[in-house]
């Protein structure tokens, strides 16, 4: 976590909430107690903020300050409010491209990703609030810098933000091994939201049931599924080809 993207100390971190600052996620000590303590934990709830416990090795690896027990990394970016950021997007006239992240958890797979999406035209990231990949130091180096150029939305639940670009005539195909229908034999033409799940798990059952189509890549090898970055990248763009 770079430096100066970090918060560290229980009052600190309170202050920086209610003072309106970005949080992105907050490190708490497993086994930390204290007034103080559920002050924070409160302030974590009530504000939606992601969060979870970690051994206070973790916390001193993150900095040799006095930490109480909490170090906050703060986002280098403004999220987007996704209704407004689709409003735009087909107020403008132009063929929408979103892109859904379900719990993905890894980073630079996070930066990675949004590299391509800035590349293909991707119009705005979703990701969940709970579970997601930060975007940290490792998420913009490894975007190399494309996170400042593509809109990034966080919300409480991935099935929500479905049903919304779904009623705005928006349609959801999921990137998953669990079909029959290739990649390349569905029409990506259309107003579009790509969804892409985490690396260990893939898309959530749940997801897969509201979702409009889901899609696969052929694959030849002996190896069961690729990276999810170079999966999305593919998605990506045979979009791009197909709207050419």
């Not at 103080?36 to 009530?46: E, N």
């Not at 300050?65 to 906050?72: E, R, T």
């Not at 694959?219 to 593919?234: D, E, Q, W, Y």
């Amino acid at each position: 976590m770079e430096k100066e993207h970090q918060i560290f100390g229980i009052r600190a971190i309170i202050e920086a909430i209610n003072s309106g600052k970005e949080i992105d996620k907050v490190f708490i000590q497993k086994d930390a107690d204290g007034d103080l303590m559920r002050d924070l934990m409160k302030t974590l709830k009530k504000n939606n903020i992601n969060f979870s416990y970690v051994p206070v090795e973790k916390l001193n690896r993150l900095t040799h300050n006095n930490h109480q027990g909490a170090v906050a990394s703060i986002a280098p970016i403004a999220f987007h409010n996704l209704e407004t950021l689709v409003e735009n997007v087909l107020e403008s006239g132009r063929t929408p491209l979103f892109l859904i992240l379900d719990q993905l958890s890894d980073a630079r797979n996070f930066g990675a990703i949004i590299r391509t999406a800035e590349c293909t035209g991707v119009d705005g990231i979703i990701v969940q609030k709970q579970g997601s990949a930060p975007v940290n130091g490792d998420t913009v180096k490894t975007s190399a810098g494309a996170v400042f150029n593509v809109p990034i939305c966080k919300v409480e639940h991935i099935k929500d933000a479905i049903f919304h670009l779904q009623g705005s005539g928006i349609k959801t195909v999921a990137a998953t091994e669990k079909t029959d229908d290739n990649i390349y034999d569905i029409d990506l033409k259309q107003p579009l939201a790509i969804i892409m799940g985490s690396e260990d798990r893939g898309i959530n059952p749940s997801v897969l049931k509201i979702v409009d189509e889901k899609a696969k890549l052929p694959m030849f090898g002996t190896i069961g599924s690729l990276n999810v970055s170079v999966a999305c990248g593919a998605f990506l763009y045979e979009t791009v080809r197909q709207r050419g």
